[in-house]
Nanobody, 117 residues
Framework: QVQLVESGGGSVQAGGSLSLTCVASGRYFSINGMGWYRQAPGKQRELVASITNSGRTNYADSVKGRFTISRDNAKNTVYLQMNSLKPDDTAVYYC???????????WGQGTQVTVSS
């Protein structure tokens, strides 16, 4: 089992930036893939970005060019740098990890990101 703890959410005005951090602990062999999801009120949870242990990344079209996912394998940590934030980015952001980016089966508790216009 992998435990994930997120930090770094908050409130910001449109155009601003926030950075999220997620630290993993537990069975490290099962966290080859890591990623960030988000869920806005009344909407389904959606993948924001994912990253393999070799650094290959994937982004939702809505965040390409604005968000950057990165990871530090030595620290078992994944980051999400969010720039040029929009009100539509408002959501609870969840860290996820798993044996691959197609099997992100462990979840953090979520952190709120609120972007005001």
């Amino acid at each position: 089992q992998v435990q994930l703890v997120e930090s770094g959410g908050g409130s910001v005005q449109a155009g601003g930036s926030l950075s999220l951090t997620c630290v993993a602990s537990g069975r490290y062999f099962s966290i080859n893939g890591m990623g960030w999801y988000r869920q806005a009120p009344g909407k389904q949870r959606e993948l924001v970005a994912s990253i393999t242990n070799s650094g290959r990344t994937n982004y939702a079209d809505s965040v390409k060019g604005r968000f950057t996912i990165s990871r530090d394998n030595a620290k078992n940590t994944v980051y999400l740098q969010m720039n040029s934030l929009k009100p539509d980015d408002t959501a609870v952001y969840y860290c996820a990890a798993g044996p691959s980016i197609l099997a992100l089966s462990s979840w953090g508790q979520g952190t709120q990101v609120t972007v005001s216009s």
